[in-house]
């Protein structure tokens, strides 16, 4: 997987967001709330629900293991 597939794939997550935490772990958060902006873009307040299970030490382990639980949803 090359670095530039991976932000391709990013790209096309609508909804989703990288996130780091205060320690260098990352985590592709997928569910989560924000207030619905008028228009766009706009400042907008976002929530997201991560496990502890979800965070990876490097942006790649981040992204790659989101793709993976994508693909087995999709065979589920």
Known sequence: ???????NWLNKQQGSALV???FGHWVVAT????N???KTPADI????FIKKKEWHKTI?????????REKHEAIA
């Open 60 to 68: 790649r382990q981040a992204i790659d293991a989101e793709m993976q």
């Open 20 to 22: 780091s935490d205060d």
């Open 1 to 7: 997987m090359t670095d530039t597939e991976r932000i």
């Open 45 to 48: 307040q976002t929530t997201f």
């Open 31 to 34: 569910f989560g709330m924000q």
């Open 36 to 38: 619905v902006p008028k």
